[in-house]
């Protein structure tokens, strides 16, 4: 792919090696398109599994709990068409003697090249021509680099969505990379700074999750890479036992290297698509490592509260063969490494009313042995990958860096590069509104440039103007409140939207009845009760009636 650095911004220009340089790149892929008008109220993530045997009761009642019936009140991303063209798109870079990172700002801020000098690879699947298919939670994403997943199970619904990004000074002398924003589903603010120190053989990334609310909420967090796959490739863990799924049976303990007759820690052995969460002990480093034919490849080290580290394979079936190449064509195949907060991705950890969760990454070379990495002997390839990354990056040096790193997650941006979402205003104002506590916003400023058309209508809202409806919606108590306390029908109907998407079904329905009864409703909105009236009878087991 093309990074042209002959646009870099000159106010941004590198100081030092690893300072973050503004530039674009190069890429052939389709517009994400239009949102979908249509509010997500329908109960659409089932599962798609249920907990087999010898999956610990404590396992059994996380995978229970924080289950949501949909991503109400975001909207689908599924107006993206199959015209791709070259277009320029924001990128900053991290470069040093060793390393240089392009991180993708306005999709989602992904990580999406690692390139390793030393060797001339890609630590991650990278490639000129991202396609987007209907695969996360918001419906467009694309394969690809390294990419950062919060909310529930499923591809985060920021994956193609700009985020705030700035370039962060601190007095120490780091030159960090910060991407942020407000994830609505959970009403938490998350944010990445991300910095190569000059001459570090990793790149770092320090995540911070803060949880505004007086209540708990259901937390989800797995930074997912996507690395080449090749006929030699393997991945290796602390682990003998995981958890394991193939879409089609339950979850199970299942031992990778001993599964269904093949094993499974070489990418090429695996007949269909499998995910395999190593049940690491608490007593062991967090790692997981791949290993091609000459040991490189990339590996993920983490401070010890991002618990849950993964192998995701296409598997080598028809399907999967063509999965991959419809979403990278052209690039190869790939398989993706994972790192997250819980054991597996099932599972959902109850974070705690004013928490703050921090943690850091870091992503580099394993430079394994290639004879031991891909001997017969598990235990001999665990013991040397453990070591190895122990000569890489200490594990006391990085869990040292923690402290640092929190400290730094609050200092002032030096210089925006890019706006998000104006939902963050939209927060701040309503829990203003309310008497309700907010974050500390002096290291992730929501700015009022971040407003558009989607936010105006709910601040003028909250400042006590007629609400005459809008396009996007809402969710949770105070805003039911605001919208009951309006007589129009306008207000009645997303009253009706919120009931309808937590699946309060005889509220949603008497919503939308009054909603088609009352006069001067707006076409679109009469439209939408329609529908929604349609749905939830459905959804009620009722085919027979009529829309009054």
Same mark, same amino acid.
């Given at each position: 792919?093309?990074?042209?650095?002959?646009?870099?911004?000159?106010?941004?220009?590198?100081?030092?090696?690893?300072?973050?340089?503004?530039?674009?790149?190069?890429?052939?892929?389709?517009?994400?398109?239009?949102?979908?008008?249509?509010?997500?109220?329908?109960?659409?993530?089932?599962?798609?599994?249920?907990?087999?045997?010898?999956?610990?009761?404590?396992?059994?009642?996380?995978?229970?709990?924080?289950?949501?019936?949909?991503?109400?009140?975001?909207?689908?991303?599924?107006?993206?068409?199959?015209?791709?063209?070259?277009?320029?798109?924001?990128?900053?870079?991290?470069?040093?003697?060793?390393?240089?990172?392009?991180?993708?700002?306005?999709?989602?801020?992904?990580?999406?090249?690692?390139?390793?000098?030393?060797?001339?690879?890609?630590?991650?699947?990278?490639?000129?021509?991202?396609?987007?298919?209907?695969?996360?939670?918001?419906?467009?994403?694309?394969?690809?680099?390294?990419?950062?997943?919060?909310?529930?199970?499923?591809?985060?619904?920021?994956?193609?969505?700009?985020?705030?990004?700035?370039?962060?000074?601190?007095?120490?002398?780091?030159?960090?990379?910060?991407?942020?924003?407000?994830?609505?589903?959970?009403?938490?603010?998350?944010?990445?700074?991300?910095?190569?120190?000059?001459?570090?053989?990793?790149?770092?990334?320090?995540?911070?999750?803060?949880?505004?609310?007086?209540?708990?909420?259901?937390?989800?967090?797995?930074?997912?890479?996507?690395?080449?796959?090749?006929?030699?490739?393997?991945?290796?863990?602390?682990?003998?036992?995981?958890?394991?799924?193939?879409?089609?049976?339950?979850?199970?303990?299942?031992?990778?290297?001993?599964?269904?007759?093949?094993?499974?820690?070489?990418?090429?052995?695996?007949?269909?698509?499998?995910?395999?969460?190593?049940?690491?002990?608490?007593?062991?480093?967090?790692?997981?490592?791949?290993?091609?034919?000459?040991?490189?490849?990339?590996?993920?080290?983490?401070?010890?509260?991002?618990?849950?580290?993964?192998?995701?394979?296409?598997?080598?079936?028809?399907?999967?063969?063509?999965?991959?190449?419809?979403?990278?064509?052209?690039?190869?195949?790939?398989?993706?490494?994972?790192?997250?907060?819980?054991?597996?991705?099932?599972?959902?950890?109850?974070?705690?009313?004013?928490?703050?969760?921090?943690?850091?990454?870091?992503?580099?070379?394993?430079?394994?042995?290639?004879?031991?990495?891909?001997?017969?002997?598990?235990?001999?390839?665990? *013991?040397?990958?453990? %070591?190895?990354?122990?000569?890489? !990056? $200490? =594990?006391?040096? /990085?869990?040292?860096? &923690?402290? #640092?790193?929190?400290?730094?997650?609050?200092?002032?941006?030096?210089?925006?590069?890019?706006?998000?979402?104006?939902?963050?205003?939209?927060?701040?104002?309503?829990?203003?509104?309310?008497?309700?506590?907010?974050?500390?916003?002096?290291?992730?400023?929501?700015?009022?440039?971040?407003?558009?058309?989607?936010?105006?209508?709910?601040?003028?809202?909250?400042?006590?103007?007629?609400?005459?409806?809008?396009?996007?919606?809402?969710?949770?108590?105070?805003?039911?409140?605001?919208?009951?306390?309006?007589?129009?029908?306008?207000?009645?109907?997303?009253?009706?939207?919120?009931?309808?998407?937590?699946?309060?079904?005889?509220?949603?329905?008497?919503?939308?009845?009054?909603?088609?009864? *009352?006069?001067?409703? %707006?076409?679109?909105?009469?439209? !939408? $009760? =329609?529908?929604? /009236?349609?749905?939830? &009878?459905? #959804?009620?087991?009722?085919?027979?009636?009529?829309?009054?």
């Amino acid at each position: 792919m093309d990074v042209d650095s002959s646009r870099t911004d000159t106010d941004m220009a590198a100081t030092s090696p690893s300072h973050p340089t503004v530039t674009t790149i190069s890429l052939t892929m389709a517009d994400i398109g239009p949102l979908n008008p249509l509010p997500v109220v329908a109960a659409e993530l089932d599962q798609p599994y249920t907990v087999g045997e010898g999956v610990p009761e404590e396992l059994q009642a996380a995978v229970r709990y924080g289950v949501v019936p949909n991503v109400f009140p975001y909207l689908m991303q599924d107006g993206y068409s199959r015209e791709a063209a070259p277009k320029e798109l924001p990128a900053v870079v991290l470069e040093n003697s060793k390393l240089k990172a392009t991180v993708i700002p306005s999709l989602g801020g992904r990580i999406w090249e690692l390139f390793d000098k030393t060797t001339g690879k890609q630590l991650l699947h990278t490639h000129d021509a991202p396609q987007l298919a209907n695969i996360a939670l918001r419906k467009a994403w694309f394969a690809g680099g390294l990419e950062w997943n919060i909310g529930t199970r499923g591809h985060s619904p920021t994956s193609c969505d700009p985020l705030h990004t700035a370039i962060v000074h601190t007095a120490d002398g780091k030159h960090i990379l910060r991407v942020w924003e407000f994830e609505r589903l959970r009403e938490v603010v998350f944010q990445v700074d991300i910095w190569l120190p000059a001459e570090s053989d990793v790149l770092f990334a320090a995540v911070r999750i803060r949880n505004p609310n007086d209540h708990d909420v259901p937390m989800y967090w797995w930074s997912n890479a996507a690395i080449p796959e090749t006929d030699r490739t393997r991945v290796i863990a602390p682990a003998h036992e995981a958890f394991g799924s193939d879409y089609a049976t339950d979850i199970t303990r299942v031992r990778p290297t001993n599964h269904n007759g093949y094993d499974g820690t070489w990418l090429v052995n695996s007949p269909h698509a499998a995910d395999f969460f190593f049940d690491i002990d608490l007593s062991e480093r967090r790692w997981v490592v791949a290993a091609d034919d000459d040991g490189d490849g990339l590996a993920m080290l983490s401070t010890s509260r991002l618990r849950g580290k993964k192998l995701f394979v296409w598997g080598q079936g028809q399907g999967g063969k063509r999965w991959q190449q419809w979403l990278s064509p052209g690039a190869g195949p790939y398989a993706e490494i994972q790192a997250g907060l819980a054991r597996t991705q099932f599972e959902h950890l109850s974070m705690p009313a004013g928490a703050e969760w921090s943690w850091v990454e870091a992503y580099g070379n394993g430079h394994l042995d290639p004879e031991t990495s891909h001997g017969s002997d598990w235990d001999a390839a665990v *013991a040397h990958a453990g %070591q190895r990354l122990e000569e890489l !990056l $200490a =594990h006391e040096d /990085l869990e040292a860096m &923690l402290p #640092a790193a929190i400290t730094d997650a609050d200092v002032p941006p030096s210089t925006m590069v890019l706006h998000g979402s104006g939902w963050g205003v939209v927060e701040r104002a309503r829990r203003r509104r309310t008497g309700k506590g907010w974050i500390d916003e002096s290291g992730t400023p929501f700015v009022d440039e971040s407003i558009t058309a989607e936010q105006e209508p709910w601040l003028e809202l909250l400042k006590g103007k007629e609400f005459d409806g809008a396009t996007t919606f809402v969710a949770g108590a105070d805003w039911e409140e605001l919208l009951e306390g309006q007589e129009s029908p306008e207000a009645r109907f997303h009253v009706a939207t919120m009931r309808h998407a937590r699946q309060d079904l005889e509220g949603a329905k008497a919503a939308y009845r009054g909603v088609l009864a *009352a006069g001067g409703v %707006q076409q679109r909105t009469l439209a !939408l $009760a =329609h529908r929604g /009236l349609g749905l939830a &009878l459905l #959804a009620d087991g009722i085919d027979g009636e009529g829309p009054g």
